[in-house]
């Protein structure tokens, strides 16, 4: 598509857009009584209009029934947690067995290392990308040392090349297949939080397997946004939160996945708790942990029903809007802004920004990353003042990741010309 720096051709672009009327399901925050541009879906979801009624439902059935709403609520409390997984796996690509909501990212993710990071004296390296968000930084780090291991020797970071922001494919590799028979997990970021970049999970994950390592990743960053086929790719295990692209809440609940092959294994070392056991026998209270043939083997409290409201507002919404479309609006978003990004340093006398966010649309999703050559803190300080909500982190990038569920081409255009009207 020839591209147009214009609002006759964002609004053109809005016009024609499937998913337009989406954006109505959402609360925008406002600035001087008008929209503002929020770009930061990717830090925080917006609230859907009706969480605060799937929330109030069971607020209300609480108020009625007390402890009986376990049973007797208008959604059942005990199965409540049985309603995600056919909702979910449309949208990580697993089957319905495979994956569960509970608890919070990092304590999935060093629930799912207990079981996937087995090192023994030969084999217990853990290669990741350099730079990953640092709970996962300092997950890796304090379960080598926790196993007897030094960090600087357990955790192997691939960082770009010299004068390169993104990760190359094929070093990924030539890291993984250099340290063999050492490693115990490879274990990256999905879209990296930092740079945007979208990784290649199906070409990791078969390298990973190819040196007899297990290959797991933390979708914080991905799920709700990228395309994910986590059954098909044999991905062992993954983990991501919900509050960011899937719009669940601050806090909200978490979600896992662990493959089919995997969580039928009684033999897999996990910490247990009550609510991954058997259902059949849980109530029976005996000894010895016999866990749920599926992901909800991991489980292990009771279903925290105020957070899960909320995150079934959202998925709601994704089901209606439909993954394939979403998809393709999220590819057309990020597009243009790459446009209009790249038409604000045409107007410069000197190039005043640099994208940092692979331009490969199978290396990126909804977020670019900026790095500004000048004046970046200022530039962000001022956009805040006149209405855009974005993201700063340091030394000097701007984060901003318009979500096709509810940021619209006229949000893009209106960024670039405050952005315009700033430098000048």
């Known amino acids: 598509m020839n591209f147009q720096n214009t609002l006759a051709f964002a609004k053109e672009l809005d016009s024609n857009d499937s998913l337009r009327s989406f954006r109505e399901k959402f609360f925008i925050p406002q600035h001087e009584g008008k929209d503002c541009v929020y770009f930061t879906g990717n830090s925080l979801g917006l609230q859907p209009k009706t969480t605060s009624q799937y929330v109030q439902q069971e607020l209300d059935d609480w108020a009625k029934l007390g402890v009986e709403g376990h049973f007797e609520a208008k959604n059942p409390w005990m199965p409540y947690h049985e309603i995600f997984p056919k909702q979910l796996s449309k949208i990580v690509g697993c089957k319905e067995n495979e994956v569960v909501v509970m608890n919070q990212l990092t304590v999935n993710l060093h629930l799912l290392m207990v079981s996937f990071y087995r090192p023994t004296k030969q084999r217990y390296k853990i290669i990741c990308e350099a730079k990953a968000f640092p709970s996962d930084q300092y997950a890796f780090e304090t379960q080598a040392i926790y196993h007897g291991y030094k960090a600087e020797d357990a955790v192997i970071e691939v960082a770009p090349r010299e004068g390169e922001h993104t990760l190359r494919t094929e070093d990924i590799l030539s890291v993984i297949k250099e340290h063999g028979d050492d490693v115990a997990v490879v274990l990256f970021g999905g879209v990296n939080y930092y740079t945007g970049q979208l990784f290649d999970l199906k070409m990791i994950t078969e390298a990973a397997h190819s040196v007899g390592a297990y290959a797991g990743f933390d979708l914080a960053h991905a799920a709700g946004n990228v395309e994910l086929q986590l059954h098909d790719w044999n991905v062992d295990f993954a983990c991501w939160c919900t509050y960011k692209y899937l719009n669940s809440g601050p806090g909200g609940v978490a979600g896992a996945y662990i493959h089919e092959k995997h969580v039928t294994n009684k033999e897999l070392p996990r910490f247990a708790g009550w609510w991954g056991y058997k259902k059949e026998t849980r109530f029976k209270m005996g000894k010895g942990f016999d866990p749920i043939p599926s992901a909800e ?128």
């Open 297 to 424: 083997g991991w489980q292990l409290s009771n279903a925290p029903i105020l957070l899960m409201a909320a995150h079934k507002a959202s998925l709601d919404i994704f089901e209606e809007a439909g993954m394939e479309r979403l998809h393709e609006k999220r590819k057309q978003l990020a597009a243009y802004l790459h446009f209009v990004l790249n038409d604000i340093n045409r107007r410069q006398v000197e190039k005043v920004l640099e994208i940092i966010t692979p331009a490969n649309v199978v290396e990126r999703g909804c977020q670019v990353s900026i790095m500004m050559l000048k004046d970046g803190k200022r530039v962000f300080d001022e956009l805040t003042k006149q209405g855009v909500i974005a993201d700063w982190r340091e030394p000097n990038v701007i984060r901003i990741a318009p979500v096709p569920l509810y940021n619209s081409f006229e949000d893009i255009f209106r960024f670039g010309e405050i952005i315009n009207s700033i430098l000048k």
